[in-house]
């Protein structure tokens, strides 16, 4: 009788019974990978919020030259060998501020049922302008705790006017934050 070749037969020792345990990421590796993740999207954020404004290059100051000089002085100047100094013009130093309300801007209106209420409160508002002065955007960054004062606020600020941002004696568009304060009689 010939043994069957069939593999059903071997022997215990030949066969691989072990097998490798998955491994799988720890959670503490998930959670700094994301930790890192939304700290690189918070940095690219606060970046692309700041106002980017290509540098300007600055003209050279005019300067005086001896071609404005008669021939005869500048004969003279050369056979004697002096060379005269040449002077440049001043600029005007450049001016930078902040965009700011204007003055002739109307008060927000109390809401009646706040001021019959007798409730009051501080609302900051934060106002895009652009190089024009206008107020492109306008949200609350502080509310006041009462949704009519912070309405209030935000369309009053929306009709203002503002004196636009300087930077290097040029009109940019910023943000400005506005505080509206509304406090009963």
Known sequence: MSMPTNNEYRSADTVNTTVEPRRSTSPVLLM?????????????????????????????????????????????????????ERTVATRPASISRDARPMAGNAEPKYPAAMLRAGVGGTVVVLAEVDAQGTPIDVRVVERSGERDLDRAAVNAVRQ????????????IATSVKVPVDFKPI
């Not at 203002?160 to 009109?171: H, I, L, Q, T, V």
Request: cysteine-free.
């Open 160 to 171: 203002w006017r503002f004196e636009p941002a300087m930077r290097n004696g040029k009109a």
């Open 32 to 84: 700094l990978l994301a930790f890192a993740v939304a700290a690189a999207a918070l940095v690219w954020w606060t970046q692309s919020r700041r106002a980017t404004e290509a540098p300007v290059a600055a003209l050279p100051a005019p300067v005086m030259d001896d071609a404005t000089q008669p021939a005869s002085e500048r004969a003279a100047a050369a056979h004697e060998g002096k060379r005269e």
